[in-house]
């Protein structure tokens, strides 16, 4: 099944505890991307990846971290969580998104609901 | 102005009205656009895409795109209590370069009332 795997679902850290959220794909796509979800502020872009080895800042980058070492990953790291990073995160993934033909079609992960007390 | 707005809701229809949900975008030259839908507590799932002017169908659902006037609608007839949910408009919008990001609205959050 065509997929996008995150994990964990659930977790609740302290400040200052570093932590990795993971994300995997199985569709050999090559744009992916995490975006954070608040009320009332809609789906926020963190980092974005067009492939390997190729990472930007979205609109809210400040205190992640990303790598794309290989093409089905893209792990989300914070450093030193803060409570204001307390969110809901999803990745998401698709084939190359931005041509000028238009952008391919983002396949989500099913969240990852993060609490940083 | 934000790259993507929506009309912020709370909307809320009776079973078999037509829903309007609509979304207004920054860049004129923006060619991809797409409309998801989000269940509570759940990921967002592509329900249309649109890249040309005019109406797309698609069962209950009709997406409208005018680009002169920067607006993406999109119609639900007959509307279920199984549509309740948040709409949450797309636009691939270009920032400086030949490629272009994916920005979304904040939502519009829909309730179907029996």
């Known amino acids: 099944e065509a997929q996008v795997t995150q994990n964990p679902r659930y977790l609740i850290t302290v400040t200052g505890k570093k932590l990795t959220v993971t994300c995997s794909q199985n569709?050999?796509?090559?744009?992916m991307s995490w975006y954070r979800q608040d009320p009332g502020l809609g789906l926020r872009q963190i980092y974005y990846?067009?492939?390997?080895?190729?990472?930007d800042k979205g609109d809210v980058p400040e205190g992640y971290k990303v790598s794309r070492k290989e093409k089905r990953n893209f792990p989300l790291i914070l450093e030193s969580p803060s409570p204001n990073q307390t969110s809901l995160y999803f990745c998401?993934?698709?084939?190359?998104?931005?041509?000028?033909?238009?952008?391919?079609?983002?396949?989500f992960g099913a969240g990852s609901r993060l609490t940083v007390l | 102005q934000k790259e993507v707005e929506q009309n912020s809701g709370p909307l809320s229809v009776p079973e078999g009205a037509i829903a309007s949900l609509n979304c207004t975008y920054s860049?004129?030259?923006?060619?991809?656009f797409f409309w998801y839908r989000q269940y509570s507590g759940k990921s967002p799932e592509l329900i249309m895409s649109?890249?040309?002017?005019g109406d797309k169908e698609d069962g209950r659902f009709t997406a409208q795109l005018n680009k002169a006037s920067q607006y993406v609608s999109l119609l639900i007839r007959d509307s279920q209590p199984s549509d309740s949910a948040t709409y949450l408009c797309?636009?691939?919008?270009?920032?400086?370069?030949?490629?272009?990001?994916?920005?979304f609205g904040r939502g519009t959050q829909l309730t179907v009332w029996p």
């Open positions: 998401a993934s698709s084939l190359f998104e931005g041509s000028r033909s238009g952008a391919n079609v983002l396949t």
């Open positions: 569709m050999n796509h090559e744009y």
């Open positions: 990846s067009m492939n390997v080895e190729v990472t």
């Open positions: 860049d004129r030259v923006s060619q991809s």
């Open positions: 649109i890249y040309s002017n």
């Open positions: 797309a636009v691939n919008i270009r920032r400086g370069s030949t490629l272009g990001r994916l920005y």
